[in-house]
Every structure is written in C-alpha cells, then in structure tokens.
C-alpha cells in the first residue's frame, strides 16, 4: 500500500531520523534535487547511515538517486543498494534505454554484493516530454519496473508553460501515464503539491489524482501525508459495499446461479476485482474483517 | 488631578515604608519587555534596603540585573511561578542565599490569600492607569491585554504601588483593577519595551515532528468522548500546541461542535477559534499576542479572570475545576507519568509550573504533549529530575512515536485502542527512544538544594539541587 | 591509502547533525569534542569516533567534533564522509 511518498532531503539529519515516524506509507530519501553537488558524498553516506541504523517498520524506503546523465548515480547505488532499499526512484526517465542501462548496472551490483536478484523495483520519474511520450515503453522495459512517477516541476520546464495549482497543463501527462502504467501492469504515483499551506489545495489535488486513477501521491511536506492517506484511503462505505459484493457472488456460487446483482446492478468481474482490491487494502489498513 | 500621583519610584518605594527583610511582588504580564521590575529594584538598591524577597509570578531573562542584587545582598529570597533559562542557570549554581520557592499559578494567589507569603508592598505594572489607581492592561503602548496575575497582589498586599507610561484622565473606565486597593501610583516614561511584551503572531509549527504530534493531539481529542457540545479546553503558545489546536478547531468546525470556553494564556489562535465559532468565550489570565490583546479589549465574549479565578485550589472554586482538556509541555516525563517543566535534562533551571499542575489537577484529560527525544535525550525516564506536576493528574503522553495513557485511565486506553491510535505502554515508548537515541548517563547533582517546589495545595512536592560545576 | 592526507571537514552545525573536522596527525588520535549533550553522551560519542576511524583504518588524525544532538548513525556517517574526504581520494 503506497498513498503517500514523503520526500526527505539526504542530507538532513533531522527530518532523515524521524522519517518514519511522519505517517507516509513511503519516504523517498532524496539524493538528487535536495542535495547540493558538493555534499553528494555526504549525503549517500548519512541516507545509508540512516537506512541501516534506524528502524522504518511500517513504511517503506526509496531512494531517489541521481540521474543516469550524472557522475553520481553509481556511486549512489553501490552505497544504498546493501541497505535493501524497497525501490529505487531514477529521475528523468525518458526512454526504455535509460531504464535497461539503470537496470543492468543494478543486476551487476546486485551479483557483486551477492544481493538477492531483483529484489530493488525501480519507479520511472517521468519528468520530460520525452519521457511522457515514451511512458508505455518505459513502464514494460524491465520486470524490475514496479511503477511509474509523475513529476510536474521539471516537465512544465520541459513543456515552457506554467505550473499552476489548478494542474491544467499537466491533464495529459496525467492521464497518459496512468493509461500506461496500467497497461503495462504496473503502479503510478502523482507529483507532489508544491504549496505547503494551501490545505485546501491538496485535498483538491490528491482527490483529482485518485479520481484519474493514480495509485498514490508524492508530497513534499509532512503536512499533506495525512491528506493524502485518506483520500487515497478506501472509505468505511465503500469497505462495507466490498464485502457486500464478495458476500453477493459467494452466495451465487453456491447456489450455482451465474450472473447476480447488488442494489439493482449486475456484478460483473470489474466490480469483483475493485472489491477485492479495497478489501486488500481495508486489511492493511487494519479495517478489514476478519471473517473475509 | 494630583490624586495618588507620586514624584517617582524611589519617593513611592519611601512611602510605602519598604524596610530590610521584607517582601515586594511583580507580575509578569510585560513577560520579556518588563522594566519595571529592574526600575524597582535599583531604586530599592539605591535606598540602600537588603535581605529582600522578591515574589514574581514568574521571571524573565530581562530580569538578569537580579544577580546583581543577589550579589549584593538586596535580594536573599525569590518564590516565583517560573524562571527563564539564564536566570535559572545562576541559581543552579547556587547564588542565592535561601532556596528559591516555586510555586503554581494556582498555588501562589492561594498562598498569597492564606497570608502563607504575605506581601508587604506590590508593585504592579499598568499599561493604563488614572490618578487614583484605576488600572488596565488593555490600552497604551505598553498593552499586555489581561492582568489576572496582578489580582492577589493588589488584593492582598499590605501597600500597593501602580506603574504606569500612560495616565489617563479620572476616571479610567474599563478598569481591571479598581482604586480602592492602590496606595500609590508612580508614572514613568516606559513600563516596557512593547516587542518582548506581546509577540506579533504566533505561527504553528513547521517542524515535522511537532506537526505529528499535533495530529496525533487532535485525534486524541477527538476520540477522548469529551468534544461535543460545550467542551472546554486550554493549550500552551508553543508550536506543536498550537497547531493541535488548529487541527482541532479544523474537527470542531467539521462536526459543528461549540465549545463552552478555551482558557488560559490566550494566543491569537484562540481568538480565531472564538470568532469561527468553536467556542461561546474565552476566559484570559494572560494575553501572548497582539491578536489577543486587541480582542480582549474589543469582543465582550473575550474575559479577563484573576489568578484566583483561573487556578487557585484555595477558593470556593476555581476555572481549571470546569476545565475539559488541556495540552501541556515537558521536558521530562517518567514512566509513573510524573513530568518536570522545571529543569532541563541535565537538572538545571529552565521553567517552572506556571500553570501546568493547576490545569492537569482540574482537567478532565492533562495531555503531555512532546517529542520522543530533543537533541538525543529521550523525554521519557525513570525517574524525572523533578516533579513538577504528580502522574497522578496526567492521562496521555502524545509522542510522534507512539501514545502512551496512564494506567489510571482505563477507559481513555480503550477508547484510543479502538480508534486505531498507535496506543503503546510508557515503558514500551522508553526503550523504543532509547534504542534511537543510546541510554545517557545519569547526570549527578550538587549537594545544595537551590530550589523548592511547592505543590499548589502548598506543600513541599520536590526539591532541586545544585548543578555541579563543569568538570 | 589509509592515512589523512588533507584537511576536510563534514556536516553541519544544525540541531541533530554534528560539525567534524579532520587534519592529518602524527601522534594518534587526538580528539576534541563538544557537545550539546557532552554530560549525557560524551564517553559515547568519543567512543563512537574512536570506533569510525579504526574500522576505516585511521591511525593518525586530528578530530574536531561539534556536536549538536546528533543520533549515533549521523555521526558515524560526519566522520566517515570527512575521512574520504581526507583521505583526498574523493
């Protein structure tokens, strides 16, 4: 379950140690755009420091590395990839290429450590046009390709238009990545809500990317995980009109009946699988029921 | 109108018949920006008078010139409510004479009143005043907002001397204080400086952690069973208390709850509560911002109340006693849920009750609202350094990593268990600090005793020792 | 290349992060430390350097640690970052 990943500047000791402790599903222990070239060194060590000396039950690890187009990105991996961070985040992504050549670098360092084989996912930050363009190819490259990643600062560079609150320029890219992250069959995340103190403005813009069918939300800020885990939280109703359907085909079944019906609709396979995906999530939630 | 008008502190300090070995008393309503404390004792100094006590309700950095006076003998005595962090230093190192006695909010206008520490002469700073004594912190440039702390002194103290910067025609109308308990009143060019008095606005945390433990201070609320109509509630100035109180007012707005009344120090944050409807009244002892001041002086709804009124456990009742829920601060908290506002980790003095016992003792629910560990030391102990206020008034700790609840209240651990709340035992909550941050080592203590504390009922709760000097 | 050929320094003088300064040495370790927290930690943190420069195989060095509150992987990782740092090769 990944609603919410949380954004930690690597090289800052103070919110890197109490990253777990901020509610997201996911921290993104950043490598790249918080840390000056100066102190990459640095950083690489303190996030590794911080990924095997604290404990981040409950909340998964990423760690954004430096793009393939940096002296750093190397380094970078060899430093986390013994902490057995959960995904590995590879900005400007913009061709199957760029995935293979990230891909076969951690393969080689995953042998060289004696590393579990594919263990690392890797999410695709789609950050250029190009890479927009391209999401179908970048999203099927590799197995190890478990989602894509929307990131709307640098591509409304890309696009020379503005980035504004209400996300106009940004519709298509949204709507191309979700369409070819779930044809490729895997997760998509939302970029992140850049005003800290518009409350109302993240509500708004994570309820938009759910209602688009992203998988989660980034965010760069503590303030709006809250925000973000409920919107992309399945509500008490919608829980409960899961294992209705389930409850509802469960009994079809065993009275041997073929297509059956809930409050006036037929329930057909769609209707199925999105109940079973609540109830999954409803459970890691602690919500579920326990007789399901 | 000459009226009660003397020429200068000096000739009122004469008047008033100050002699060796008596006590004089302050309020702290001007906070950081008070002169007249510091005006007072030079005056008394110059006079030549020693082996005095001096009873503040609390003190200040600004009030550093005491060391002098301690030095020199003028002041051999000091009960107060709270001491700021470089004073406390001093007296950790064991510069005065006498322990300090510090006392609670409630607990000093009680023992005030009891005649347990008798004043002999009040000085009492007025942002507003008239000739005759008619005083108010509402107007001039010096405006604090409320005076409750002032109350027992000018209502108790054998003589009672107004400070004014502004003296205003007879008579001043919206009076906190009335004439017939003033003997002399003294106008000087400033009280004060006007930015350490009031703060402009108080800002909610942007510290991650705070905002964590916010959201979980809020929640605790919400599922307590106590927000619903008519709730009642206080919350310190400090960031992550002010922004549970944002989280809450964001609930009781959702839910269409109004509160009966929010108590205490009043910040703007408060007001803006008052004005969205989240509560019928405030009830002020102390205002911390410009907001407050102006919306005291302004909205009926908004009341001054009297140290007597807000927390004494002496008279026939006191507001903490109605109270439902108050967010507190500490900096230590054992694992009996004992809390120490008055000492750093490493024993020294920075604080003090204020009125931290008094609110936890009257509350419904006393939250302890802190991080795990500040600066790699755990907040959770064995034994705290002090006992400021007893576990046996505090309900939940609020950490960023975990809710612990007191034994005592069962059904408080029940009703956060079933909300889903990461509820986990105290000693649970110690260890897993711990495991963050390293055990530190038990910091030894000097063998002089620099301070007692006085719980609010009046008696002796716990004792601070010296710190010992840097090795 | 065990040894500190350079003077470098990591970190930053932020609550929670620690400032460490490395020189090359002749006679051991020498340590100079402060800290926030000296009275609760301070044989811990020595300790911890101590531990950091013999696991990276420093042997002379002059270390200067300002601490500010630093949990012990953030001054692990300070002192690790200025010996690379100062050892040149970075």
Redesign the interface.
Known sequence: MRRSLLFLPGN????L??GS???ADAVIFDLEDAVSPAEK??AR??V???M????FRGCERVVRINGIDTPYWKEDLDEVLPCRPDLILLPKTSSAADIQEADTYITETEKRLGLAAGAVGLVALIETALGVENAFAIASASPRVAALFLGAEDLTADLRCKRTKEGREIEYARTRLVTAARAAGVDVYDTPFTD?NDDEGIETDAALAKALGFTGKASI???HV?TINRVFSPSQAEIDYAYEVMETIRLAKEQGKGAVALRGKMIDAPIVERARQTIAMAQEM??GREDA | MKGKVVGSIREAVALAGLKDGMTVSFHHHLRNGDYVLNLVMEAVAQLGIRDLTVNASSLFDIHLPLLDHIQNHVVTGIQTDYMSAALGREISRGILERPVEFRTHGGRPSDIAQGRTPIDVAFIAAPAADPMGNCSGKYGKSACGSLGYAYPDAMYAKKVVVITDNLVDYPLLDWSIPESYVDYVVCVEEIGNPKGIVSGTTQITRDPVGLVMAQHAAKVIEYSGLLKEGFSFQTGAGGASLAAAKFLKDIMLREQIQGSFGLGGITGYMVDMLQAGCFRSLLDVQCFDLKAVESIRTDPRHQEISAMHYASPSHRSAVVDSLDVVILGATEIDTDFNVNVHTDSGGCIMGGSGGHSDTAAGAKLSMIIAPMFRARLPIVTDHVTCVSTPGKDIDVLVTQGGIAVNEKNRELKERLTAAGLPVLDIHALKEKAERITGKPRQMPHGDRVVANVISREGALQDVIYSVPDEE | MAEIVQRACAGTMESSDVYVEIEPGREGIQLHLESVVRQQFGEAIRETVRAVLAELGVENANVSVRDRGALDCVIRARVETAVRRGRGNN
Not at chain 1, 12 to 15: A, E, K, L, V
């Open positions: 800052t000791p103070n919110m140690i109490n402790c901020l509610g060194d640095a060590i303190l590794r420091n911080t095997t000396y604290m404990d800290v800020s503590p303030r809250e602690g919500l």
